[in-house]
């Protein structure tokens, strides 16, 4: 009988792609507590970013609602932050029903010392100064115990690189081992008369891919996937845009391909122990049985698949994230994989249900507990996401997918993509062309536009979809309505 209410940690990694875990099939890198804590519970297989950048994709876990109703459609043109106009936060609702909440690491609200619901935030930012005489509490903490003369960027490596190289400093000063050591400080001065909702947000894998020099040269040293090209990549293959450091597109060398992949499955791997740390205190002090305890990335990384890098695409590499949830020994027994669509705004009320918290009505997302416990009656045919300009017009987009087929727009070329993700998980093969994928390809199609629609955006029109060409950035009113703080539905 659940007769106490549940602790709840929320682990989230940064730009992690989802085929970089054990549990999820890969058997090069070693993910030992995150395979260990997916055999406790459920292991989400298709489980997508509503918009693959940071801000957008945070504001939708956050407040449960889409990116239309958040206001943010990515990180580019006539976007904005994530500010504190939203309605009803998770954090916010925990803490108005008596929870202790406590925000660790990376948040990306705006400004940077926003609360957003939490009752406190211990704050890694990743070199961010957007505000006046802001100063991170990771590197002001980095600056107090360093042991020499360097800075927390003085490996070289900007923060949206491909390059690549062991972390310059000791390996305690790294990021992920600060993250996890502020997480356990905080449980240990918590309010003990109040259960807690810890978020603990790692600032990597995300570049720069700077993993200890372990790890990196454990990675260094094997055979790893080499990226997958598409049949319809050769656009991406642009030899300008591949000379800068920061490049978004571009073919590298397979020297220095395989280095950044081994910096980040190194960068992944020190996160797991890390993790592993959190999850022995957890254990040592008898919290396990009563925590939620939930795992997943905001959004991938492409790592060079079909000439790409970074994130915001609708591929794979940067949509396709891993989730992990482990409800409280409460509930019984879970499913240990779950095969249903879900999106970072079912997190909000999944959490909130566990709990025993009313959900907003402005919330967008669906409890995914009755998926865990085997219930999947009535649960979505598929997810939606989208992203702004960002790099160049070209890469904006639109997509959907149920995790076994997934259909692309991109509205300023006004082009489509269609592809079988059974068959061709990797996206080698366009099928938008095939004879026999015609009603596949219609049946998709249909299926954005009646997501679009209701926008009165442009966007669609008796005729279908309309190409955005030459228009003016798509911004949702929404946006301003939030910075007034005045959102409505």
Request: charge should be negative.
């Amino acid at each position: 009988m659940r007769n106490k209410r549940p602790n709840i940690v929320l682990i989230m990694t940064d730009q992690q792609r989802w085929d970089t875990l054990g549990c999820y099939g890969n058997d090069c890198i070693e993910t030992a507590n995150l395979d260990w804590l997916a055999s406790q519970g459920t292991v989400f297989k298709h489980a997508y970013t509503p918009s693959p950048s940071c801000v957008p994709a945070r504001a939708c876990l956050m407040t449960g609602m889409n990116t239309w109703q958040t206001g943010i459609l990515g990180m580019g043109a006539g976007q904005g932050g994530m500010g504190t106009g939203f309605p009803h936060t998770l954090p916010g609702e925990l803490a108005k029903a008596g929870y202790h909440t406590q925000g660790i690491g990376k948040m990306h609200f705006h400004p940077q010392r926003s609360l957003n619901g939490f009752h406190h935030t211990v704050l890694d930012e990743s070199g961010r100064v957007e505000d006046p005489g802001f100063v991170s509490d990771y590197k002001r903490w980095f600056d107090q115990h360093k042991t020499g003369d360097y800075g927390i960027t003085d490996h070289g490596i900007d923060w949206n690189s491909w390059m690549a190289r062991p972390y310059h400093a000791p390996e305690f000063l790294h990021p992920s081992n600060w993250t996890v050591n502020e997480s356990i400080a905080f449980l240990e001065r918590r309010d003990p008369n109040q259960p807690f909702f810890l978020k603990t947000s790692f600032a990597r894998p995300h570049s720069p891919y700077d993993a200890p020099e372990f790890y990196f040269n454990l990675y260094l040293n094997k055979q790893l996937p080499m990226p997958a090209v598409g049949d319809w990549a050769e656009r991406h293959d642009d030899p300008v845009e591949s000379r800068k450091p920061f490049a978004w597109r571009g073919k590298r060398s397979e020297k220095e391909i395989h280095r950044a992949r081994a910096g980040y499955y190194g960068l992944i791997h020190h996160i797991d122990h890390q993790i592993g740390r959190l999850l022995m205190y957890l254990n040592k002090n008898g919290l396990m049985d009563n925590t939620m305890i939930m795992f997943m990335s905001d959004h991938g990384d492409m790592l060079g698949d079909h000439h790409l890098w970074r994130k915001t695409y609708a591929y794979e590499g940067s949509a396709h994230i891993p989730m992990i949830v482990k409800l409280p020994a409460s509930f019984g027994r879970q499913e240990q994989i779950v095969e249903e669509p879900v999106t970072l705004q079912d997190i909000m009320p999944t959490v909130l249900e566990a709990a025993g918290v009313s959900v907003p009505d402005c919330v967008d997302g669906s409890s995914m507990v009755n998926l865990m416990l085997g219930k999947s009656d009535g649960w979505r045919s598929y997810v939606h996401g989208e992203h702004s300009t960002c790099y160049a017009e070209e890469q904006e987009m639109q997509y959907l997918t149920d995790g076994k087929m997934k259909y692309v727009w991109l509205p300023r070329l006004h082009e489509e993509q269609l592809f079988d993700l059974e068959s061709d998980p990797m996206e080698l093969c366009d099928l938008k062309a095939h004879p026999d994928k015609q009603q596949e390809l219609l049946k998709w199609r249909q299926r954005l536009i009646d997501e679009l629609a209701p926008r009165n955006a442009g966007l669609t029109d008796e005729a279908g979809l309309v190409s955005q060409a030459g228009k003016p950035y798509l911004i949702s009113p929404y946006y301003k309505l939030r910075t007034e703080a005045k959102v409505g539905r």
